[in-house]
């Protein structure tokens, strides 16, 4: 029961940031600019999730504050960056598609916690 309970609240504890961006890339500069960006977010544990929206899982709240400090502080001068955090239950409940078929979504790696 004790197991149980706790996966159950941890689903609702343990957060995805997602990042949703779209950046000029119209010169070289911005194009490098971009790719950085992109980088930064990779550098940091996120996966591609499609081209311009990254995810990444954190176990908790004080975590997720973290990576949003750290994309903050990385923004580009320009173009428009959104940063939506849901709890991994949300995550679970997304439904995802290729073409018409379901596709299963990705799982949190195993998280140990220290007490």
Known sequence: MYDEHYTRLN??????????????????????????????????????????????FCASRENSEVHTKRIRNNLPEHGKIGVMQITDKQFGMMELFYGKKPVETDKPSQQLELF
């Open 11 to 56: 689903q609702y504890r343990s957060l995805w940031i997602l990042v949703f961006f779209d950046l000029p890339t119209e010169t070289r500069k911005e194009r490098k600019i971009a790719s950085g960006f992109r980088k930064k977010l990779l550098d940091d544990g996120f996966s591609m999730f499609q081209f311009s929206i990254y995810m990444r």
